[in-house]
């Protein structure tokens, strides 16, 4: 699974580190998935992940 969550992030000017503390996801699993290293992510983690970037889960996915 390839997730766009480092294209929505930049898009919106926000760090990996900004986007750990507003999601409460270590940046550590941000950047496993935006490096596509972690291809199966809980489903809070990419609500999390998505309420922080203001954006449907849906739009995570590529």
């Known amino acids: 699974m390839q997730y ?3 294209e929505i992030r ?5 760090s990996q580190s900004r986007l750990a503390e ?3 996801v270590s940046r550590a699993t941000i950047i496993a998935l ?3 290293e972690e291809h ?3 489903v ?4 999390s ?3 922080a970037l203001g954006v449907p ?5 590529a």
């Open 4 to 6: 766009k969550i480092k």
């Open 10 to 14: 930049e898009k919106k000017g926000i």
């Open 22 to 24: 507003l999601s409460g």
């Open 40 to 42: 199966e992510a809980m």
């Open 57 to 61: 889960v849906s739009k995570l996915f």
């Open 34 to 36: 935006e490096n596509n």
């Open 44 to 47: 809070g983690t990419l609500k």
């Open 49 to 51: 992940l998505a309420e």
